[in-house]
């Protein structure tokens, strides 16, 4: 697998992920989508929303809004509870999470399972200083609305989206008239003020979810949470098309799980940097309508139309962060493979990115052999015409090897060269990616070509 380092040089060097606000010397942890990694995240995004929403017909899709009515996260817990403890090193003065050094020395070698560790034997990991005793941090981002700044105009930035979903049940249940189970999705931003960011953008204060609450009876739950987990694997198998040994199940026990959920499993992957949560999927009881009736005083029941029984449902709440799905999908398809060079018998290193072609940020590069304007006449028209389905680069300028190169660094799926034979016998040359075989093909076949091996 790709090194961290690997994979956070091509970003930048290829535009995926810049460091964020790099011009005014960065802000730490912070890290802005470049041209192929926005497209790299909205191909994850839409094939997400295809497969948890689009093609089911017990999904309905809401966009919620960042900033709700405090009294949502009262209710919901997030202001009294959404913390982590934290510790500060009475001598360099960094902060961290409790919890985080207790997992690091729980990895060291001679550590001894049977043994819990001693919060007071901890010492700071940067200079070995002695550690204040644990605090709770809360994460929330707090803003004002308006123009004073006081206690009555605070507001929060939400820290996850499963809220504007409960908060709209009701309404939803009214205009859709749905009945049990079914669920609401949605994708959107959120903001949490993490004590210890890192590892690039796996733990950032900014991240995007998608998630979904669906609503059940509580009868049966069981067979609901596992048709989820098997639904889950596969979309890790068949749509990101991930090596399934990546991917660790971490049943998660009684005493860590919150004490209204009965079961939560937490799918985590093997990062370089150690195995840690990519997602989960909670079984959350009938807690949040629950709450959340009980604050507003508004009924959040359901009545069964046919038996007429009356009951708050439950819910089972499968929940993705994208960065992070988008971090693994750059690992998986990471590649160094020796290719060969024009000189015959002889090879070079190449990086390729192996994405599942519906996740290619690029789908096709045009590239006509060199800048003459009769090989520039056939390949901005051939260029121009795939765009209205695809998106297609064009690269003029270089050696052929080196553009592609630089396609296979970005895991562009097709290369297309225009040559001089081209203004003769109407054919283009095709490579793969993946295979670096050449198909010579009529340039009135192209599109078909691409569609037959990009919509499949
Ligand atoms: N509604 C449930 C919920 O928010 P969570 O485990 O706190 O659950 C959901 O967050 C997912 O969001 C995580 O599984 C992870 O993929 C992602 N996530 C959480 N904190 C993150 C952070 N600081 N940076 C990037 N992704 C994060």
Redesign the pocket.
């Known amino acids: 697998m790709a090194s961290m380092e690997d994979i956070i040089s091509l970003c930048k060097r290829r535009g995926f992920v810049f460091p964020g606000s790099e011009i005014y010397g960065g802000l730490a942890n912070s890290w802005d989508y470049g041209p192929l990694g926005h497209l790299l995240k909205q191909n994850i995004k839409a094939a997400w929303w295809k497969f948890f929403v689009a093609e089911r017909e017990d999904m309905v899709p809401l966009d919620t809004a960042i900033i709700m009515n405090p009294k949502v996260w009262e209710a919901s817990g997030h202001i009294q509870n959404f913390s982590d403890p934290l510790v500060e090193c009475k001598s360099c003065h960094r902060r961290f999470r409790v919890d985080h050094l207790l997992e690091a020395r729980g990895a060291e070698p001679d550590y001894d399972k049977e043994t819990p560790i001693d919060i007071r034997n901890l010492r700071c990991p940067e200079c070995g200083g002695e550690l204040t005793d644990p605090k709770q941090f809360n994460l929330m981002f707090k803003t004002f609305i308006g123009p004073t700044e006081d206690e009555s105009s605070v507001a929060y930035l939400r820290?996850?989206?499963?809220a504007g979903m409960f908060v709209n049940f009701k309404n939803v249940l009214n205009v859709t008239r749905r009945r049990l189970p079914f669920g609401i999705a949605q994708i959107g931003k959120?903001f949490?003020n993490?004590i210890t960011?890192g590892n690039f953008?796996?733990?950032?204060?900014?991240?995007?979810?998608g998630?979904f609450e669906y609503f059940i009876r509580p009868q049966g739950w069981e067979e609901v949470f596992e048709m989820w987990l098997k639904e889950i694997s596969r979309w890790w198998g068949d749509v990101m098309r991930i090596n399934l040994d990546n991917l660790v199940w971490h049943e998660i026990p009684a005493a860590d799980r919150a004490f209204y959920s009965r079961r939560t499993v937490?799918?985590e992957y093997k990062y370089p940097f150690g195995v840690k949560?990519?997602?989960?999927i909670?079984y959350r009881t009938d807690y949040d309508l629950s709450r959340h009736e009980e604050r507003s005083g508004q009924d959040l029941h359901y009545t069964d139309p046919v038996t007429n029984e009356r009951f708050i449902p439950h819910v089972i709440?499968p929940?993705?962060?994208?960065?992070?799905?988008l971090l693994v999908s750059l690992l998986e398809a990471y590649r160094e493979e020796e290719a060969p060079t024009a000189v015959e018998g002889e090879t070079e290193k190449r990086v390729v990115l192996k994405f599942p072609r519906h996740l290619a940020p690029i789908k096709a590069a045009v590239l006509p052999l060199s800048k003459k304007p009769e090989l520039n006449a056939v390949a901005r028209p051939l260029a121009q015409a795939l765009r209205r389905r695809w998106m297609v680069d064009y690269d003029e300028t270089q050696s052929i090897g080196k553009r592609y190169r630089r396609q296979d660094e970005i895991g562009t799926p097709f290369c297309i060269t225009v040559d001089f034979d081209t203004l003769e016998d109407k054919k283009v040359t095709v490579r793969d990616r993946d295979t670096m075989e050449q198909t010579r093909l009529p340039i009135d076949d192209v599109a078909h070509y691409l569609s037959e091996r990009l919509e499949t």
């Open positions: 820290p996850e989206t499963a959120n949490r993490e960011p953008i796996f733990r950032t204060r900014e991240f995007e979810i998630e937490d799918i949560e990519l997602h989960g909670a709440e929940t993705f962060g994208l960065d992070r799905m």
